[in-house]
C-alpha cells in the first residue's frame, strides 16, 4: 500500500508564483525524500529531511516536515515554466528494512508562462 | 559517467511471450531496484537486490524475475506476459551515507513496455 500521499494531486499556477505540494504518511519514518520527475523521464532526487529535522533549504526549495501530523510539505518559490512535472514524496519507513522508499502517487504541477 | 541506463526504452509484446528488461550503473552501488508506474499509482516496487547476487521481493512482485549476477547489472524478466504488465519500467541504484544526511535513488530513463 502506499505510504506517502501528495496533496493536491495537480496544482497549476503562473509563472513567479509559489507552489505548494503536501505530503502525508502513515507510519513513523527514517526520513522523507521529495523527487521530480519530468514527462517521459525517469525521477530526480530533490531533496531529503530527517526524522529530527523540521525545516530544510536548498535553492528555491523549502521543505518542512511536521512528524506529529505525519506530514511534509514542498514549498517552490518564484515558480518557473521548467518547474513544470511531477512530484514526489518517498519515505524511509522507521523499523522497515530500510533498503526500500515508499513513493506517493504524486502532485502533478504547472507554470503557465 | 552515463548514470543508471535501461534497455530497451520501447517495446510491444504479445500476451504469452517473454523478455528481458536490463539496467545497468556505472556508479558503483549496492542497492537497486525495478520498479513499475501505472497512471495514478505512483511507483510501486518490483523487486530489489542490496548487492551482487542478491535479490528480494517487493510490493508487486508477481509475474516477474530478477538477477543480480554482477554488481552494475540488474536484469527484470518477465516469463510469460500478460495485458496487466504494460506499464513504464524503471530501474533506480541508491547511495546512502545517512550520516552525511545522504540517501538518493537515481533513476533510468525507463521502459515503456505494452503488451497487447
Known amino acids: 500500500s502506499q505510504q506517502g500521499e501528495e496533496d493536491p494531486q495537480a496544482l497549476s499556477i503562473q509563472e513567479g508564483e509559489n507552489a505548494t505540494m503536501n505530503c502525508s504518511y502513515k507510519?513513523?519514518?527514517?526520513?522523507l525524500q521529495w523527487y521530480r520527475q519530468n514527462s517521459g523521464r525517469g525521477l530526480v532526487h530533490l531533496i531529503l529531511?530527517?526524522?529530527?529535522?523540521r525545516e530544510k533549504h536548498s535553492g528555491r526549495l523549502r521543505v518542512t516536515l511536521d512528524t506529529s501530523k505525519k506530514s511534509s510539505s514542498l514549498l517552490i518559490t518564484a515558480s518557473r515554466a521548467a518547474d513544470t512535472a511531477s512530484y514526489f514524496c518517498?519515505?524511509?519507513?522507521?523499523?522497515?528494512?530500510?533498503?526500500?522508499?515508499?513513493f506517493g502517487k504524486g502532485t502533478l504541477l504547472t507554470v503557465n508562462p | 559517467n552515463a548514470g543508471v541506463t535501461q534497455t530497451p526504452k520501447f517495446r510491444v509484446l504479445k500476451t504469452g511471450q517473454s523478455m528481458t528488461l536490463l539496467c545497468a550503473q556505472d556508479?558503483?552501488?549496492?542497492?537497486m531496484y525495478w520498479y513499475r508506474q501505472d497512471p495514478g499509482m505512483g511507483l510501486r516496487l518490483i523487486h530489489y537486490?542490496?548487492?551482487?547476487?542478491?535479490?528480494a521481493k517487493g510490493e508487486v512482485p508477481d509475474g516477474y524475475n530478477v538477477s543480480r549476477l554482477k554488481k552494475q547489472n540488474f536484469l527484470l524478466g518477465l516469463e510469460s506476459a500478460a495485458p496487466s504488465q504494460t506499464s513504464v519500467y524503471f530501474c533506480?541504484?541508491?547511495?546512502?551515507?545517512?550520516?552525511?544526511?545522504?540517501?538518493?535513488?537515481?533513476f533510468g530513463p525507463g521502459t515503456r513496455l505494452t503488451v497487447l
Open positions: 533506480a541504484s541508491r547511495y546512502t551515507k545517512l550520516a552525511e544526511s545522504t540517501d538518493t535513488q537515481y
Open positions: 537486490s542490496v548487492g551482487e547476487g542478491t535479490t
Open positions: 529531511i530527517r526524522s529530527n529535522e
Open positions: 518517498a519515505t524511509d519507513a522507521r523499523g522497515g528494512s530500510n533498503y526500500k522508499l515508499t
Open positions: 556508479m558503483n552501488h549496492e542497492y
Open positions: 507510519t513513523s519514518i527514517n526520513n
